[in-house]
């Protein structure tokens, strides 16, 4: 996989993106830099990339933008972002705004590698797979990056959308924390699986608690489900 796979890394820091760099290229990745938010934003343009690498604090443009501006394009190309300061805001924010996976500075170049092909592996098998689904006034496309409640689109972030999809793939199953952050985020995931909770949370504010064809159930003590009402 490694050989046909581009990747972008956006770093200030040139001691790190050239070592990043060395490494992957002795791993037969194709890589390219750039050194600051805007030149990584026009390069995820103008080259195409299938995986980027972003740190958080850029100049011109920060992390933050660059990922935001990544995740509309539909594509969905993979994201790990670097943070320097490890707070937890800094990694919520980062997943919250559509990223994979995030790492915290300092780190060993193997580290990038190992989570990158988790990454990889958690992703690129189901890409193209992922059929868009359709339910009493619902229609949900991964592919598309769309989801619709009856005539209005909700904007949804890549990882809301995700979870979603799953749990309305599998309708009615209820799921725990866990579970879903082992589908969602990998099994390698080390952050809080109250995650979860925040992300139901936006979810429901988004979509609405009012809505009678379908709902997103907590089962108290247990996790979540996707329940739909077939009487309506």
């Known amino acids: 996989m490694a050989d046909t796979l581009k990747v972008l890394i956006v770093e200030d820091d040139p001691y790190i993106s050239d070592l990043l760099e060395l490494y992957l290229l002795q791993e037969g990745y194709h890589v390219s830099l750039a050194y600051d938010g805007e030149s990584g934003w026009e390069k995820y343009y103008d080259e195409d990339p299938d995986f980027v690498i972003l740190d958080i604090m850029l100049p011109k443009m920060d992390g933050w933008e660059v990922c935001r501006e990544i995740r509309r394009d539909e594509r969905q190309v993979p994201i790990l972002m670097l943070t320097g300061k490890?707070?937890?805001?800094?990694?919520?924010k980062g997943l919250h705004l559509g990223a994979d996976d995030y790492v915290v500075k300092p780190f060993e170049p193997k580290e990038i590698i190992a989570r990158m092909e988790a990454?990889?592996?958690?992703?690129?098998?189901?890409?193209?797979?992922?059929?868009?689904?359709?339910?009493?006034?619902?229609?949900?496309?991964?592919?598309?990056?769309?989801?619709?409640?009856g005539n209005d689109q909700v904007d949804l972030p890549l990882k809301e959308l995700e979870l979603l999809y799953f749990l309305s793939l599998e309708k009615n199953q209820v799921f725990t924390r866990q579970q879903l952050v082992d589908r969602i985020w990998g099994y390698d995931y080390e952050g809080d699986v109250r995650t979860i909770d925040v992300h139901i949370k936006?979810?429901?504010?988004?979509?609405?608690?009012?809505?009678?064809?379908?709902?997103?159930?907590?089962?108290?003590?247990?996790g979540y489900k996707f329940e739909v009402n077939e009487d309506v």
């Open 119 to 149: 990454i990889l592996r958690r992703t690129s098998p189901h890409k193209h797979d992922r059929k868009p689904l359709f339910f009493q006034q619902m229609e949900l496309d991964i592919q598309k990056h769309l989801l619709r409640r």
């Open 202 to 222: 936006r979810i429901r504010e988004k979509i609405g608690d009012e809505w009678p064809y379908w709902k997103l159930k907590t089962i108290r003590g247990v």
């Open 86 to 92: 490890g707070e937890s805001y800094d990694k919520i």
